[in-house]
């Protein structure tokens, strides 16, 4: 049973737009979130995090926000270059469990120039 | 550089046949851990661990076994591979506290017949 998802398996954006990436999890005790940019071809790099203590994250041009009633988070990219076309996993994970990570199933971003 | 590296890239193999792929990383991480990705599953995980000899199941150990004799080796081993098993495989490592990021090896992309 798939504790992660992210039900939008692509989505596509003009240059200089905002992105915004969308994962729900049903675990109520996940604690911990990650978001995580694919290119073919390679693993996943590290993208930005979020504890359940907070409901926000910027890096740079990228904000994660976290929605714990509705156990909902969402990531914004602006403003978005051709260089962020990928695909992008949210993770979740109980921290105080021995750190099992759950991934969701992936969105593909493709920004258009 | 500090890595983590996945080998062999590519394998082709038969049913039952043992195999194991190696993972290293040089970052003196304690965790470690595997994952497998399939189309519409996203990454899922196989097993991880915590510190030398310190093993745990992830989400889908079935037919995998792992080892953690050091810090910086975490073989992944399959004893009789079955087709079930053809996947993409990705090793990853991360400090032991926050923040939780992993870092990924390139991944192998094995293939049973």
């Known amino acids: 049973d798939q504790q992660v998802k992210q039900n939008s398996p692509s989505l596509s954006v003009q240059e200089g737009r905002i992105s915004i990436l969308n994962c729900d999890y049903t675990n109520s005790m996940f604690d911990y979130f990650l978001w995580y940019k694919k290119y073919p071809a390679e693993g996943p790099t590290f993208l930005i995090s979020i504890s359940s203590i907070k409901d926000k994250n910027e890096d740079g041009r990228f904000t994660v926000f976290l929605n714990k009633s509705a156990k909902h988070l969402s990531l914004h990219i602006v403003p978005s270059q051709p260089g962020d076309s990928a695909v992008y996993f949210c993770?979740?994970?109980?921290?105080?469990?021995?750190?099992?990570?759950?991934f969701g199933t992936g969105t593909s971003l493709t920004v258009i120039p | 550089e500090a890595q983590v590296t996945q080998n062999p890239r590519y394998l082709i193999t038969v049913t039952g046949k043992k195999l194991t792929v190696t993972c290293s990383q040089n970052m003196n991480h304690e965790y470690m851990s595997w994952y497998r990705q399939d189309p519409g599953l996203g990454l899922r995980q196989i097993y991880y661990s915590m510190n030398v000899e310190v093993t745990d199941k992830g989400d889908v150990p079935e037919g995998y076994k792992v080892s953690r004799k050091e810090k910086r080796n975490f073989p992944l081993i399959l004893e009789s591979p079955s087709p079930n098993q053809t996947s993409l495989y990705f090793c990853?490592?991360?400090?032991?506290?926050?923040?939780?990021?992993?870092?990924f090896g390139p991944g192998t992309r094995l293939t049973v017949t």
């Open positions: 990853a490592s991360r400090l032991a506290g926050i923040p939780y990021e992993q870092y």
């Open positions: 993770a979740a994970s109980i921290t105080n469990t021995g750190n099992q990570f759950y």
